[in-house]
């Protein structure tokens, strides 16, 4: 999680690095924004996309979201229906786009890459990727004011396979019902909440894996 360069960044950016942050990757997120962007995204665990993972892939085999298989774009969402900050584009493999779109239903999809499996892919060349994706930023940023933020069902049901029974097992401590041997379902009125929830189940169940 420190994998930007500050010297390559823009001198008005500024930008949040490092591990164990409250809100993980929506670390500094609030109501000012305008949009969100998600680039360079991967689909979830269980796919043929290219490093397809869900958080960790230690640790997690599915997450699904008011029974909707959820990748780290819905999930991030969460936070991004808390905030009220539409989702206005997602960048990635072909798996990406149709995974966010039932949680980010006007958000413009950018394909830079085709897999060809978990850990291979087809992909365009670096210059004509960046093009695609600054173009699609631009857009994204000026229609932004007629975007709608993500919306969830109230209360929300959050559903995490996990890879083992204990992992399962471990996170009703923090409120979750054990659904099956190796599931374990949230359920709040809070996005923002269950979001946090979700992030110290990661934490918790981390030492029964090795995160990648």
Same mark, same amino acid.
């Given at each position: ?130 093009? =695609?994706?600054?173009?699609? +930023? ?5 229609? !932004? $004011?007629?975007? @709608?933020?993500? *919306?969830? /069902? #109230? ?7 996990? =890879?083992?029974?204990?992992? +399962? ?5 923090? !409120? $979750?019902?054990? @659904?099956?041997? *190796?599931? /374990? #379902? ?23 894996? @090795?995160?990648?």
């Amino acid at each position: 999680m420190a994998n930007l360069p500050p010297a390559d960044l823009h001198a008005r950016a500024e930008y949040v690095s490092g591990q164990h942050k409250p809100l993980y990757m929506m670390e500094g997120l609030d109501a000012s924004y305008g949009v969100i962007l998600f680039v360079s995204y991967h689909a979830s665990a269980g796919t043929a996309g290219v490093l397809s993972h869900t958080y960790n892939p230690a640790a997690i085999a599915e997450v699904r979201i008011d029974g909707t298989i959820a990748g780290e774009s819905g999930i991030n969402a969460l936070v991004a229906a808390a905030c009220n900050v539409p989702i206005a584009l997602v960048t990635g493999d072909q798996y990406v786009g149709p995974e966010a779109t039932p949680f980010c239903p006007e958000v413009e999809v950018v394909q830079v890459k085709h897999a060809l499996g978990r850990t291979s892919a087809h992909s365009l060349h670096p210059d004509v990727a960046c093009a =695609r994706i600054r173009g699609a +930023a631009r857009r994204a940023v000026q229609r !932004g $004011a007629s975007l @709608t933020p993500p *919306r969830f /069902a #109230t209360p929300t049901t959050l559903e995490v396979d996990f =890879r083992t029974e204990e992992m +399962a097992e471990m996170v009703t401590v923090l !409120g $979750a019902r054990h @659904t099956s041997v *190796r599931t /374990a #379902t949230f359920t709040d009125d809070d996005p923002l909440h269950l979001y946090r929830i979700f992030v110290a189940a990661l934490y918790l169940t981390r030492p029964l894996g @090795t995160e990648r």
